[in-house]
């Protein structure tokens, strides 16, 4: 009983709580509706599970395609021990998104409908078509892993054989369906604030995409290298903080542009909650992030590139819930004299759903060949006491020569 009880650490407790809430909310979902788990109405039908669970979790998992197109496109093969991690969130990511779809749907048993009564006329259409085929582009994607892993050289072979067109094809559905949520929302200009609907939202979801798929590769590395003690490719994360920084700064400058082009620089000043948000999006993803990755030294240390790499995730976030709740709120107001706020029970919906990908990352690192062979070593903890530091530093070792570089 003792050592059962000494394996419950605070995040397995903490996981199991949220997965419990989760399981209740999921079976008052399921048997009384949505109206009995949500604050979704006839006004305000699309919420939290869309905003965050479908349209933010699309472009949390671009990592994948971003990666995977670094390495096995333009042939920079130095990114390719992180390319597995990042195809596995991908992969995780969109499984998800689409277990968050059917909670939203009103009739999940009918999600099979799109495949076929098609409506080629539906950006909708297009982005379902594009998930489920980009999902099963990433299981095939993914797939070597565990074929590694149960020795199956033979269909390994085949597999490694339609790699690179396999991930062509996954780019370009990216493209399609990340700019396409995008594209959702330019049929209702009337509904949305000025700071957020804009004729250039397609490019603006891609090209903010990319970054974040960056930013997603970074906070996943340090924190695997924390929990699972992997090395860490600190050189590497550095070079893709710089590419991250440098696609935030154009998809800004482009932001910047069309605000101006459409006279929309006008509401800064007035003390709007919308204005609170965007100012907030822009300091958690632009901002922040420019002053941490230049802050001498500790800028480019290992804990400096996830603050980094994380406050733009957080502003990416914002920046789609922005788009897909915050742009709609004053339309709300005003019209129909409603406000939209998630419920208890989008809420536990949308954490355990976080919580079962922590959890599903964690068990495939366990038990599967995700980080390459020599990257077993342990990490030094980033807390080390400067003695034990010193200690090391005097008789170095293999490990941490290798980890050195």
């Known amino acids: 009983m003792k050592l059962s009880l000494s394996r419950i650490t605070f995040w397995k407790a903490t996981a199991a709580v949220f997965l419990l809430g989760g399981l209740v909310t999921t079976i008052i979902r399921f048997g009384w509706g949505l109206g009995a788990s949500t604050n979704l109405s006839d006004m305000t039908p699309w919420g939290l599970w869309i905003g965050f669970d479908v349209v933010t979790g699309v472009g949390l998992a671009a990592g994948g395609f971003t990666l995977a197109g670094i390495v096995h496109i333009f042939h920079i093969k130095r990114f390719h021990p992180i390319v597995r991690p990042a195809i596995l969130t991908a992969f995780l990511g969109y499984c998800l998104v689409i277990v968050g779809l059917l909670f939203d749907l009103g009739r999940p048993w009918a999600i099979w409908h799109a495949l076929i009564y098609q409506n080629p006329h539906s950006v909708l259409f297009e982005v379902a078509m594009c998930v489920m085929t980009y999902t099963a582009v990433l299981a095939l994607e993914f797939s070597p ?150 802050i001498r030294d500790w800028g480019r240390s290992r804990q400096g590139l996830f603050f980094t790499a994380f406050s733009v995730v957080l502003g990416f976030i914002t920046n789609r819930l922005n788009v897909t709740m915050t742009s709609l709120e004053g339309y709300y107001r005003d019209n129909f004299g409603v406000s939209y706020f998630p419920g208890i029970g989008e809420l536990a919906i949308t954490i355990s759903i976080v919580t079962v990908g922590f959890v599903i990352f964690a068990l495939a690192v366990k038990y599967l060949p995700i980080f390459p062979h020599h990257e077993e070593e342990t990490v030094l903890r980033l807390d080390s006491a400067p003695a034990r530091a010193t200690s090391a530093s005097m008789h170095p070792s293999p490990a941490s020569e290798l980890r050195r570089h």
């Open 145 to 294: 892993v565990v074929l590694e892993r149960f020795r199956l050289q033979k269909i390994l072979k085949v597999v490694k054989a339609i790699t690179v067109p396999l991930i062509i094809l996954g780019i370009l559905l990216s493209m399609l369906h990340q700019s396409s949520l995008g594209s959702l929302y330019l049929i209702v200009p009337q509904k949305m604030h000025p700071y957020w609907y804009s004729p250039m939202l397609p490019v603006l979801f891609f090209v903010s995409a990319i970054s974040v798929g960056l930013g997603m590769t970074i906070v996943e590395s340090y924190l695997s290298a924390r929990a699972f003690q992997k090395t860490l490719e600190t050189p590497l994360l550095r070079d893709l903080a710089r590419i991250m920084i440098g696609v935030l700064l154009v998809y800004f400058m482009m932001r910047g542009i069309d605000l101006f082009r459409r006279d929309a620089l006008g509401y800064l000043l007035d003390g709007s909650f919308e204005t609170f948000m965007l100012y907030l999006e822009v300091a958690f993803m632009l901002v922040i992030p420019l002053l941490l990755f230049n």
